[in-house]
């Protein structure tokens, strides 16, 4: 029986492919953000947290863009002593990441195109997501098709950000958080074209890996509207002005989309 994993040769040759993808993944937040900060909606004077969470998330993309380059130039030794710190890295970006949404929640300033106890929800999970893939393609790291498939699913999982500051979301309600989604599955889905354009098959690592990123997403709408969700956001934002807002409404909309009276 033929095997399903890529050849030896195969795998030295995608090494640019996986370079270029992680490159695309690193110049789209890039992008996003720096046109959220260009048109006046992100500035400095945000809180300590908020910057602790930027710094983290943003020296992730950099760390990660840099991993990929040590396996394109066949630096495989120091990549693989650096992985050790980017799956503590990851910890670093659950904690900082939860934190500063339920800071945001508890402030009631959650996106308005998403209802307070969907936001409260959608990132915690997202950024749990991220972290398990991650670990998982670190135990599995000798397994270098699973592996690099695996580190760009966790990536996925955390690029509704960026694509939430590009997309028109307020013209998406209610579909703006599957629309997010969509866009940042066209990387899963560049990898799957690219698997069948040169083994003639999807390597199993995208399929696993999108099903999971689907299951994230259902996730989110399931837990949001369940006892467990409203709960969840009743707990954490008791005694706080995000309290006063209905977790399964969506909130006033700010100018300059508020409609004229």
Same mark, same amino acid.
């Given at each position: 029986?033929? &095997? $399903?994993?890529? &050849? #030896?040769?195969? /795998? #030295?040759?995608?090494?640019?492919f996986f370079f270029g993808l992680a490159v695309a993944m690193a110049l789209t937040n890039v992008f996003c953000f720096g046109l959220q900060f260009a048109m006046g909606r992100s500035t400095f004077g945000a809180p300590a947290l908020v910057h602790?969470? @930027?710094l983290a998330f943003m020296g992730w $993309?950099?760390?990660? %863009?840099? *991993? &990929?380059? +040590? %396996? @394109? =130039?066949? #630096? /495989? =030794? *120091?990549? #693989? !002593? !650096?992985?050790?710190l980017g799956a503590g890295w990851a910890a670093l970006m659950v904690v900082l990441g939860i934190a500063a949404t339920v800071a945001m929640v508890r402030a009631a300033r959650a996106p308005f195109f998403f209802m307070p106890g969907y936001f409260l929800v959608m990132n915690p999970l997202s950024v749990l997501v991220f972290a398990g893939v991650l670990w998982w393609a670190v135990a599995w790291r000798r397994r270098t098709h699973w592996h690099r498939r695996l580190v760009m699913v966790a990536m996925t999982a955390i690029m509704g950000p960026a694509f939430g500051r590009l997309l028109p979301g307020p013209l998406m309600i209610p579909w703006a958080a599957w629309g997010i989604f969509a866009a940042t599955m066209l990387f899963p889905l560049t990898g799957m074209v690219h698997d069948t354009r040169r083994y003639g098959r999807v390597h199993p690592a995208w399929w696993v890996g999108s099903a999971l990123l689907v299951a994230m997403q259902v996730a989110m709408d %399931? $837990?949001? $509207? &369940?006892? +467990?969700?409203?709960?969840?956001?009743a707990f954490v934002t008791s005694g706080s002005p995000g309290a006063r807002l209905d977790p399964l409404a969506y909130p006033p909309f700010p100018p300059p989309f508020a409609p004229v009276p």
């Open positions: 029986m033929a &095997s $399903i994993a890529p &050849s #030896r040769v195969g /795998i #030295r040759d995608d090494r640019g602790a969470h @930027a $993309i950099g760390f990660f %863009v840099f *991993q &990929s380059w +040590l %396996v @394109a =130039n066949g #630096r /495989i =030794n *120091q990549h #693989r !002593l !650096l992985g050790w %399931v $837990i949001t $509207i &369940s006892p +467990l969700g409203t709960g969840f956001y």
